[in-house]
């Protein structure tokens, strides 16, 4: 049987994707607006019409064209990071290993050894919802120590 896997949040799935592209939409827009602004400017540099405010505007708006134009670069570089990570993370993450059991031993009783049970017969290594208590098969019958037998010949019972 495989072994299970955690469900993945609906925003963790939805989120990284829309914003790789609305980053990849800021970025077409500052590669837009720095070269349409650098035509223009390029243009009322060699006009002879072309006034201060047309120069000295034209630079101003290259300038913020070319920041629209980085934070898309980087918005592309973060999300791209983002959808890595959340899928190194999922990839990582720890999950939950069944124990190896022989295919010879069919039930919970055949797992239960004499160690693993404490003196009140509770099992020590119980999971969650599994049996606290070791079934009476798998306990052994106690046998009287030694020094409380009767070692007299004919003697049945211990003697007490």
Request: proline fraction near 9%; avoid cysteine; hydrophobic fraction near 50%.
């Amino acid at each position: 049987m495989p072994a299970s896997r955690r469900s993945i949040s609906l925003a963790a799935l939805v989120i990284p994707p829309v914003a790789l592209v609305a980053s990849i939409a800021v970025l077409v827009l500052g590669i837009v607006m720095t070269i349409a602004e650098n035509d223009a400017l390029v243009a009322a540099l060699n006009s002879p019409e072309g006034t201060a405010a047309d120069v000295y505007g034209g630079q101003s708006r290259v300038v913020v064209a070319a920041a629209v134009l980085t934070a898309g670069i980087l918005a592309v570089v973060v999300s791209l990071a983002t959808i890595a990570i959340t899928g190194s993370i999922r990839a990582f993450a720890p999950r939950p290993e069944a124990p190896a059991v022989p295919t010879d031993l069919v039930g919970h009783e055949a797992l239960v050894t004499e160690e693993d049970l404490d003196d009140d017969g509770v099992e020590l290594f119980a999971e969650v919802g599994e049996p606290t208590t070791a079934p009476t098969t798998a306990v052994p019958a106690v046998e009287p120590a030694a020094d409380d037998r009767d070692v007299t010949p004919g003697a049945s019972s211990p003697a007490r």
